[in-house]
C-alpha cells in the first residue's frame, strides 16, 4: 500500500480553492514556537489563522508560561498576521490520560493519545467557533509519527464535524525552516516534548 503524502494532498487542497472565494480560516493546534515558525509560511499566503495554544502534557506552569510568552514575542517580532489564544495551564487531563501508560516508551500510545487530548481540544474549538480547517504544528517534528497525527485528526473531523487539514509540516525543508527562524528569533528550544516522562528519558 502506498504511503500517503500529506504534504502533497494540503498542497492539492490548496490549489483546488476558488480565486474568488473568501479565505479560508484555519485553526492551527501549536506546540511552542519553534515548531509554529516551521509551519507558518505554509499557510499565510492562502489562509487566515490562528494559534491555539493548549498543552496540558507540559510538566510545569514555568514551561507552559515560557513556551507561551515565547509564541506571543516570535509572532509580534515576526509581525505575523495571526491571532494567538492561551488557554489556561491545568495538566489534569494529561495526567489522566497518562495513567497506566507511565512507563511506556516516548512515541508509543501515550504520545498517540498526547495527541488526541491536544488535538480534540483543536477540533472543539474549531467547531465552536466556526473554522474551515483544523491542523497541529505536531507533524514539524521529525520525532512525530506524522501518518498516526493526520489519522487522529482525520477521526476527530468526523466526530465534530469540522475538517481537519492534512500536514506534514516537515516536508520541503519545513523542520529545516524552523532551526533557521529559531536561530535568527533567539527562540527558546527545549531539548524534551514537554511531559514529565519525555524529560525523564531525556536525562536518563
Known amino acids: 500500500m502506498n504511503k500517503r503524502n ?16 473568501p479565505r ?3 485553526l492551527l493546534h501549536v506546540c511552542c514556537a519553534p515548531c509554529f515558525s516551521g509551519c507558518i509560511e505554509s499557510l499565510t499566503d492562502w489562509a487566515d489563522v490562528t494559534l491555539l495554544f493548549y498543552n496540558p502534557n507540559m510538566d510545569t506552569a514555568e514551561e507552559y508560561r515560557k513556551r ?7 509572532c509580534a517580532d515576526a509581525r505575523l498576521p495571526v491571532e494567538v489564544v492561551i488557554e ?21 500510545e501515550r504520545c498517540f493519545k498526547c495527541y488526541e487530548l491536544r488535538m480534540r481540544e483543536a477540533a472543539l474549538y474549531a467547531r465552536d467557533h466556526g473554522f474551515d480547517y483544523f491542523t497541529t504544528t505536531l507533524t514539524l517534528s521529525p520525532l512525530k509519527n506524522a501518518d498516526k497525527i493526520n489519522s487522529i485528526g482525520e477521526m476527530l473531523g468526523s466526530i465534530y464535524g469540522v475538517r481537519h487539514l492534512p ?4 516536508k520541503k525543508d519545513g523542520y529545516k525552516r524552523s532551526i533557521e527562524l529559531s536561530k535568527e528569533y533567539n527562540l527558546y528550544r527545549q531539548n524534551y516534548c514537554g511531559c ?4 525523564r528519558d531525556v536525562l536518563a
Request: charged share 35%; aromatic share 12%; hydrophobic share 35%.
Open 6 to 21: 500529506y504534504r502533497r494532498e494540503m498542497d492539492a487542497l490548496v490549489a483546488s480553492l476558488p480565486p474568488d472565494s
Open 24 to 26: 479560508p480560516k484555519v
Open 68 to 74: 507561551a510568552v515565547e509564541l506571543r514575542r516570535f
Open 88 to 108: 489556561e495551564y491545568d495538566p489534569k487531563p494529561f495526567y489522566n490520560m497518562a495513567r497506566g501508560l507511565e512507563n511506556v516508551p516516548e512515541g508509543g
Open 167 to 170: 500536514s506534514d509540516f516537515k
Open 196 to 199: 514529565v516522562y519525555s524529560r
